[in-house]
Every structure is written in structure tokens, then in C-alpha cells.
């Protein structure tokens, strides 16, 4: 570290944390030393997840501040507890954006940090049969899901076939069954 004479003021731009020695000589030639330090108030931003279903949570980290403060858009009424903490949990209902300051211990503060969550319902299942009974002289049925909020699909037709297209025919070999069951499993992101 450079060494300056009979300079009172110092001006000088760090980009990382540091500490300054100070010695003062009296007019006795009686030495005195102290130190400063200075740490950079640069916030790093975590999120445990970012992409989640409705009612899921999400733990968002801030770090390298003294204290912070967050906000959300659209507003999260669950940051009105636990607005200036470094670690919070979230369920937000629909996608936000989170934003948090980091402040310094003078009141300096940082450039904002960002992290959207992404929140995807729950699919709402719906399907859609065609014809809607089987016919012995045609026995194919067209089996659509039509789940709002679903993206993906799983059929089971209970003998073995599965498909994992939204939309399949399938044609019915033992007609000898009163009933089959039938499931879809349906997703999203």
C-alpha cells in the first residue's frame, strides 16, 4: 500500500474491501496509529428457485450489505414482515419480480438487484372424448386433453399403451370388459 506525507485528506475509489493505516506524529515526535476499514457495499442475490407452482415457496438471499430492503411487483404483502431482512420466503400467487437494495452502515446504497419467480397454476383437467362411447364395428376413440394451464401429457390405457401426445386415437381390442380404466396425467413447466 502506497505511503503519504502530510496529506489530511486521501481521496481514493475502491473495488474491494480494505483497510487504511493512519499514523499521526506530534510536534514531540509521539506516534500514533489507527486503522479504517472500508467494505464495499456490493449485494449478491440467491433465489432457491425460480420456477414454481402456486402455493410453492421461495427463499431469496441477499448478502455483502449491512441491511436491505425489498419490493416486489406486483406487490407481495408477505415482504411487509420481513422487508429489511437478508434471507426471506416467498409464495408469491402469480409471477413477480423481486428487487432488493443492499445499504451500507453510512447509508451509501447499491445498485438494485433483480429475480423474477415464475408461478405456473396447477393444470385444471379436462378431457374431451370422440365419439363418446365404443363402437364394435369401429372401436377408436379420440382422447384429447384439453387441462387448462397443461402442457404435457401422460395416457394410460391400462393394457400396457401409454402416449404422450395431448391428442391420440386409440382402438379398443377386447371389447369383452364392461369398463377400463383410463388415466391422463397432465403437467406444465
Not at 440467491?46 to 448478502?63: E, F, W
Request: glycine share 4%; proline share 7%.
Amino acid at each position: 500500500m502506497p505511503y503519504l506525507e502530510n496529506n489530511p485528506n486521501l481521496q481514493t475509489t475502491i473495488t474491494q474491501d480494505r483497510t487504511f493505516y493512519v499514523k499521526a506524529t506530534s510536534p514531540f515526535q509521539c506516534v500514533s496509529w489507527d486503522s479504517v476499514n472500508l467494505y464495499l457495499v456490493k449485494p449478491d442475490l440467491k433465489a432457491s428457485r425460480t420456477r414454481i407452482c402456486t402455493d410453492d415457496t421461495v427463499v431469496l438471499t441477499a448478502g455483502k450489505a449491512a441491511y436491505f430492503e425489498w419490493q416486489s411487483n406486483p406487490l407481495d404483502p408477505e415482504l411487509s414482515t420481513q422487508s429489511t431482512s437478508p434471507e426471506i420466503v416467498v409464495s408469491p400467487k402469480q409471477t413477480t419480480v423481486y428487487t432488493v437494495i443492499g445499504h451500507g452502515t453510512n447509508g451509501c446504497s447499491a445498485t438494485p438487484l433483480t429475480q423474477k419467480i415464475e408461478v405456473f397454476p396447477y393444470p385444471i383437467l379436462s378431457v374431451r372424448l370422440t365419439p363418446d362411447y365404443i363402437d364394435s364395428e369401429n372401436p377408436s376413440v379420440q382422447f384429447a386433453d384439453l387441462s387448462q394451464y397443461g402442457t404435457t401429457s401422460l395416457w394410460n390405457f391400462g393394457n400396457g399403451n401409454t402416449s404422450t401426445l395431448r391428442t391420440v386415437v386409440f382402438s379398443f381390442t377386447d371389447l369383452s370388459q364392461d369398463s377400463i380404466l383410463i388415466s391422463l396425467t397432465t403437467g406444465n413447466e
